[in-house]
């Protein structure tokens, strides 16, 4: 179904619509530099209507999401052994790329000379979100993996919102200028900002049980969060459903604050809150995914004294390490996804969303990627080991890039084939109050939750989902980085 372009007072009407919507429901981020008045937020990036996607491709990414979770369990629990594959993949990316995998790695072979007498967490918690494109370039639609992501996955509070948004504006007929509306079973409601909380609640749970907690102690989520961080109210929803909807407290604490106010038993592992002497039972990451997010050794130390503690870790260090673009690439080897999803049908479903994906080092496929980046850059997007956008290298920029660089180091990046999505040019951009009227490509990430220890999956869960989009002519898609919005799904 197509929309009939808004008339001005049309389009002036929704806009105040949606502010309105957005203030009432708490569909909002911090600006730049709120700081001085952090009375003032703004309202979210949105579109004003949800965009189409197909069902089938729809429900392809929430059947398989179970499947990712797992695998990527898998690998967190292979990496840990000194003689696998992943193990001396992630050692030698820590050579190449000293100032973050390297550092991360670093603090992971700390923890293995935690003394023999301490307890050690064998539990942990992955919060995943993958992301995917829908190809069109065979004429049929067909997910595609943009990514994975194993770290301080975002919007799962904010995307239930958007979602009331556009259902809102369609149910009571702000769409229904030109007689224009959704049928209201087709538009997706993602339940990712309960979801979510519920996984860390469960973490919770198993903590206690483990610890032989008496039933009326109540240990908390530490939410480890960016100084200044400007997402705050998506990250809010999952605190205030872990208290309204499981009863449980949690603490927002910086790197500075874990130095300043936690303590920790050496015996036990336990660590606590000073001042309340709560107990910390799970520390869910926001932060902590980019080098940004350590400004000195302070920090990182801040991180190895949470990863020693005996607290749930959402995620620890090598589930984080996990989500590396470079295992990301591996992956695309079939002989190498076979030994982390040995069922048949389960590999070959996971094989139909990847692109190829290239190494860039001396192995014959390294020496294939290194001639194509170089010759033929129109086709791919090159990415270092980072997170949270804005890191990657595309198409012509891919060369001079690669020449800024020695070759010893190209081994830190992949090279992807670009992903070709059909713009939609029905829907609008609103940001800052204004209406941006370009064509849009939109990026579905499917939530997924796991607990797991060294040897056992205990929980395994599609946790809802995301849509973001972007202007077609824009790269990148980070919507706190300023490059995309928030949007909603109708399904056709
Ligand atoms: P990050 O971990 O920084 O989010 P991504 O791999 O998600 O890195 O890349 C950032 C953005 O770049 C994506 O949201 C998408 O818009 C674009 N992008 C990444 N890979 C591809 C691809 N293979 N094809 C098309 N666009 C891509
Ligand atoms: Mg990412
Ligand atoms: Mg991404």
Redesign the pocket.
Same mark, same amino acid.
């Given at each position: 179904m197509s929309l009939s372009s808004p008339s001005k007072d049309q389009l002036d009407g929704l806009i105040q619509e949606i502010n309105q919507w957005a203030i009432t429901n708490g569909l909002a981020m911090y600006p730049p530099k709120f700081e001085a008045n952090p009375s003032k937020a703004s309202v979210s990036p949105v579109t004003v209507y949800p965009t189409p996607i197909p069902k089938k491709c729809f429900d392809e990414a929430v059947q398989i999401q179970p499947i990712f979770n797992e695998l990527y369990a898998r690998i967190t629990q292979d990496m840990a052994r000194s003689d696998s594959l992943l193990f001396k993949t992630t050692q030698a990316l820590a050579l190449s790329d000293p100032e973050f995998t390297g550092k991360l790695w670093s603090l992971y072979l700390d923890t293995l000379n935690v003394g023999e007498k301490n307890k050690k967490q064998n539990l942990k918690l992955g919060i995943f979100r993958s992301?995917y494109?829908i190809d069109k370039k065979n004429g049929n639609d067909q997910i595609?993996q %943009? #990514?994975f /992501?194993t770290v301080s996955v975002s919007f799962a509070g904010l995307a239930g919102k958007v979602d009331r948004l556009h259902t809102y504006l369609n149910k009571s007929n702000k769409y229904d200028f030109k007689g224009s509306y959704y049928n209201e079973q087709d538009m997706v409601i993602s339940d990712s900002g309960f979801l979510l909380s519920k996984a860390l609640a469960i973490a919770v749970e198993s903590y206690k049980s483990q610890q032989n907690f008496p039933i009326s102690s109540d240990p908390i989520v530490a939410f480890i969060v960016q100084r200044n961080e400007r997402n705050v109210f998506d990250q809010k929803i999952l605190e205030l459903n872990l208290l309204e909807k499981f009863n449980i407290r949690s603490a927002r604490l910086t790197f500075d604050d874990v130095h300043e106010k936690l303590f920790t038993n050496n015996e036990t592992g336990r660590v606590f809150i000073r001042d309340t002497k709560q107990e910390i039972a799970v520390v869910y990451y926001r932060t902590g995914y980019t080098t940004t997010d350590y400004t000195s050794e302070k920090d990182w130390e801040a991180r190895l004294f949470l990863e020693k503690s005996i607290a749930i870790k959402a995620p620890d260090l090598l589930t984080q390490l996990s989500g590396s673009?470079k295992i990301q690439q591996l992956l695309t080897d079939e002989n190498i996804v076979s030994q982390y999803a040995p069922n048949f049908e389960e590999k070959n479903s996971l094989l139909k969303t990847f %692109?190829k994906i290239y190494p860039l080092d001396n192995t014959e496929l390294g020496k294939e990627g290194k001639r194509l980046a170089l010759s033929n850059p129109s086709k791919y %997007?090159l990415?270092p080991q980072?997170?949270?956008?804005?890191? /990657?290298v595309y198409k012509e920029n891919i060369p001079d890039f690669l020449r800024s660089i020695e070759e010893c180091h190209w081994d830190a990046y992949i090279l992807?084939?670009?992903? #070709?999505?059909e713009f939609n040019k029905d829907n609008i951009i609103l940001r800052d109050n204004k209406p941006y009227e370009e064509a849009i490509?939109s990026?579905l990430g499917i939530y997924g939750c796991i607990l797991f220890d060294d040897r056992q999956v205990l929980m395994n869960e599609f946790s809802g989902s995301l849509l973001?989009s972007?202007f077609n002519t824009s790269? #990148?898609?980070?919507v706190a980085a300023g490059?995309?919005c928030l949007d909603s799904i109708v399904l056709y």
């Open positions: 992301d494109l595609k %943009v #990514e /992501n673009k %692109v %997007v990415k980072r997170e949270g956008g804005g890191n /990657n992807m084939e670009l992903i #070709e999505p490509i990026e973001r972007k790269n #990148e898609g980070g490059f995309g």
